[in-house]
């Protein structure tokens, strides 16, 4: 009985995890490569995501990365209907993308300490 429900929460925590990657996705896709970006456009593409997103119910996040998206993708729903200027916008959330993919790779990516020393042998 308990294994079912660790099963259902890991589901459950995924499927919420992709709801949030494929918001972040959709909405930075739309920054990136419109043409005409306005306000009103970035409302209505939040508004579509958001519908996917309700569908999924809200999950705990223990892992850093994870809560990093989950502020992020609050961040990009704050904005809707803000009378902040889109190109302020476009620019203040690609740059927090590529911090929170800088984060990840950090932790992804490891730079050898002693770099030097693994050539030693060779002389």
Known sequence: ????????ENASRLRYIRALQRFQKSILSYL???????NEKYNKKIDNALKLLNRVEEVQLYK???QDLQQF????????????DIDNIKEELLYSANQLEKSKNAKRYKKDKHS????????
Request: aromatic letters at 10%; a negative charge.
């Open 73 to 84: 993708v609050k961040k990009m729903i704050a904005y809707k209907d803000s009378n902040e």
């Open 64 to 66: 850093g990365e994870l």
């Open 32 to 38: 990136s490569n419109s043409d005409t970006l306005d």
């Open 1 to 8: 009985m308990a294994a079912s429900k660790k099963v259902i």
């Open 116 to 123: 030097y020393s693994k050539y030693e042998d060779w002389e």
